[in-house]
């Protein structure tokens, strides 16, 4: 318990740098106006089944990567420490970033769309403080089930009979029960969208998505408690989590992601499951060694994550109303934004007084 696992770390960054690819793919759908992005003035309905194929699976994941976090934390540290440390490293960023960044993006897209609302500052940071930071919504969440979980840590982090369970052949699948009745619920509240949701990647804001990020985070934390027999079922298992994940994906993409049991938020929360645990599989095999790169990417892509909004919605602001083809203007927003959040994470990482705010530990 107490070795680092590298694969986590891996797995932490890539799930950041999706969170980023999926934000500019938003630009380049109808939706983007809605959720205040500035969008694409050609919007290719192609990329739907690109999204899709993580939209299920994203936010989960970092969910359970968060919990994973937190517990292997715990084998060094006190209670106490975990809280403070848990409080500099998801209040302050939040904070700091919505106050900063969710504003400035708000205030870039209010500009492009002539949004009366978001004409001043004071408006743009009443707007983003409302709904929770805009794209650090989820911090808060982490620090809710943080502020819930840390004082029985003792109680719930322990080997016990799940170890045992996890070396039976589809014994890691006992923990997809509670995923897919949470999506059972979903579909029972498919009508009531004002206070649950409708849809299973409405995470921001919705009892879905708290409630969904709260299981993910508490099975982060009982799974890694079991020690080897979590990630040698991982190793032994993502082959079959990577073929369900993909029937069901390809079952529901062949009916337009719309039609009869494609829009079952029982069979998509499956989905969700096997395709991360998949990851957690590919990675423990794959991933689970230190090197320069990892070095750099687990250091730098939280406060790239917190900086690449307005740096996308700038660059979207001077990029959307050309004619260049999507397909080439993608990959070129996307570099422009990971090369500028690199470039102000490089401008910052070096001032003592700046680092907390962006999720840095003090050298």
């Not at 809605?34 to 919007?43: E, G, M």
């Not at 939280?302 to 397909?327: D, E, K, R, T, W």
Request: charge should be positive.
């Amino acid at each position: 318990m107490n070795q680092r696992r590298y694969d986590i770390d891996a797995l932490r960054s890539i799930a950041m740098f999706l969170l980023i690819f999926y934000h500019l793919g938003i630009s380049f759908t109808l939706i983007a106006p809605q959720i205040l992005f500035i969008q694409n003035k050609r919007t290719p309905g192609g990329i739907w089944p690109l999204l899709n194929i993580m939209n299920n699976w994203r936010i989960p994941l970092v969910f359970l990567i968060a919990g994973v976090a937190l517990r292997l934390s715990f084998s060094k540290r006190t209670k106490m420490q975990i809280f403070k440390e848990r409080a500099k490293i998801l209040i302050l960023p939040w904070l700091f970033g919505t106050l900063v960044f969710s504003t400035s993006s708000a205030l870039i897209v209010g500009n492009y769309y002539n949004y009366w609302w978001l004409d001043e500052i004071s408006e743009a940071v009443f707007f983003v403080l409302e709904y929770d930071g805009l794209h650090l919504w989820f911090l808060i969440n982490i620090f809710v089930y943080c502020l819930v979980l840390i004082p029985i840590l003792n109680f719930i982090s322990k080997e016990n009979f799940i170890a045992s369970l996890l070396n039976k052949p589809g014994g890691i699948f006992l923990f997809s029960i509670p995923i897919i009745a949470e999506g059972h619920l979903l579909n029972l509240a498919r009508f009531n969208t004002e206070t649950y949701g409708d849809y299973y990647n409405s995470y921001a804001l919705t009892d879905h998505g708290f409630l969904l990020g709260f299981l993910w985070f508490f099975t982060g934390i009982i799974l890694t408690s079991q020690g080897d027999a979590f990630w040698e079922s991982n190793k032994k298992n993502w082959r079959l989590h990577l073929a369900l994940g993909a029937i069901s994906y390809f079952y529901r993409l062949f009916n337009n992601f719309l039609e009869d049991y494609a829009l079952d938020n029982r069979l998509i929360a499956f989905e969700s499951f096997n395709f991360i645990f998949a990851l957690l599989g590919i990675a423990a095999v794959y991933l689970n060694k230190d090197s320069p790169q990892l070095t750099y990417y687990k250091t730098a892509v939280y406060p790239v994550y917190i900086v690449h909004l307005p740096v996308q919605m700038a660059v979207m602001y001077f990029f959307a109303g050309s004619n260049i083809h999507p397909i080439i203007k993608f990959p070129i927003a996307l570099f422009l934004i990971c090369f500028l959040s690199l470039t102000i994470y490089h401008a910052i990482k070096n001032i003592k007084p700046l680092r907390p705010m962006f999720g840095l530990r003090n050298k």
